[in-house]
Structures are given as C-alpha cells and as structure tokens.
C-alpha cells in the first residue's frame, strides 16, 4: 500500500470517487477560519493552473472557487455581480485592450 500525503482543499465528491476507485483517504472538516484561508490558497493553484493551460476547464475550476469564496464570505453571486457591474459602468472593462505605459503628474 501506498500513502500520498496532502494538505489541499478539494471538491465535495472527491472522497466518494476516491473509494468508488477501491482507495481511501483520510478528511477533515475545516474550521471557518481555516476554510477561508484554504479557499484563497486554492485561488491561487486554480489561477496558476489556468496561466499554465488557459483551458476552459480551468477557468471553470476558478469560477467555483470564487463562487465558494462569495458564499464563505457571507455575500451573495447578486452582490458580486452588482460590484462587478458598478465598476465596469465607472471605470469600464477590459475590451480595448488597452497597455498603460506612462502617466505624467502634474
């Protein structure tokens, strides 16, 4: 038998296909604290996993993130997107293309 120690947060279903396979594994409930903290290490690999591939698959993974972050924080995927749309009505998107390379201050 082979023991592969991890330390990462991991989707819901994880364990059961992990035993459907004929393998175990060993899982604990997160404190919330803990929780929150493992979520925005887990931004990150799935940011880094996407820089890596730029696969839809990954960015997929990134947006169920982000949707765990909303909800841990206490806000909603409304409230998210009413930011989200306040911002682009003020400062606009990102559709230009556009590459700031000098500001000149008075």
């Given at each position: ?54 696969s ?8 169920e ?42």
């Amino acid at each position: 038998m082979k023991k592969i120690a991890y330390h990462k947060l991991i989707r819901d279903k994880i364990p059961t296909i992990i035993e459907q396979q004929g393998n175990s594994c060993v899982t604990e409930v997160l404190s919330e604290e803990m929780y929150l903290q493992m979520l925005d290490e887990k931004l990150s690999e799935e940011l880094a996993e996407y820089r890596e591939s730029n696969s839809l698959e990954e960015l997929a993974d990134l947006l169920e993130v982000m949707q765990a972050v909303v909800t841990a924080r206490g806000y909603t995927w409304e409230e998210l997107e009413s930011v989200r749309l306040e911002k682009h009505q003020k400062r606009g998107g990102f559709e230009k293309r556009l590459l700031l390379k000098e500001v000149t201050e008075k």
